[in-house]
């Protein structure tokens, strides 16, 4: 069965699109920790980041680094922290976090509600900055 994130890759379930590539994608997380909490996946399915291949994974990373400047960029911010936990979705992704402290990147803080239209805003804003 296909991962949630396999689902939006192939568009059948809409997502607040960032930017993408022929090999990763980058949307808004929809519970995010702080404005501008973005995902990063690659298109392939594969549960554990470390299971990806060494050039895919550096590609990977690369790519993160890529959509990070970008959310600085859309975010003033003292760095954009990344996690990466795999447990809540069976396929490998990044969080990119624009973070003042260490705290904004606990993840049983509360999460933001935000309308369609500001998470639109928000990705459009994001990939204006790439």
């Given at each position: 069965?296909?991962?949630i994130f396999s689902k939006i890759v192939a568009g059948e379930i809409p997502c607040y699109k960032v930017d993408e590539t022929d090999d990763f994608l980058a949307f808004l997380d929809i519970n995010p920790l702080v404005k501008g909490h973005t995902l990063v996946i690659p298109k392939r399915e594969i549960d554990y980041i470390f299971?990806?291949?060494d050039k895919e994974l550096a590609a990977f990373q690369l790519y993160a680094k890529r959509v990070a400047a970008a959310i600085r960029k859309t975010f003033p911010c003292r760095k954009v922290g990344q996690a990466v936990i795999?447990?809540?979705?069976?396929?490998?992704?990044i969080h990119l976090i624009p973070i003042?402290?260490?705290?904004?990147m606990i993840f049983s803080n509360k999460k933001l509600q935000?309308?369609?239209d500001e998470m639109m805003a928000i990705a459009?804003?994001?990939?204006n900055n790439m």
């Amino acid at each position: 069965m296909a991962s949630i994130f396999s689902k939006i890759v192939a568009g059948e379930i809409p997502c607040y699109k960032v930017d993408e590539t022929d090999d990763f994608l980058a949307f808004l997380d929809i519970n995010p920790l702080v404005k501008g909490h973005t995902l990063v996946i690659p298109k392939r399915e594969i549960d554990y980041i470390f299971d990806m291949e060494d050039k895919e994974l550096a590609a990977f990373q690369l790519y993160a680094k890529r959509v990070a400047a970008a959310i600085r960029k859309t975010f003033p911010c003292r760095k954009v922290g990344q996690a990466v936990i795999g447990l809540e979705v069976p396929h490998a992704h990044i969080h990119l976090i624009p973070i003042q402290q260490e705290s904004d990147m606990i993840f049983s803080n509360k999460k933001l509600q935000l309308s369609g239209d500001e998470m639109m805003a928000i990705a459009q804003a994001i990939h204006n900055n790439m």
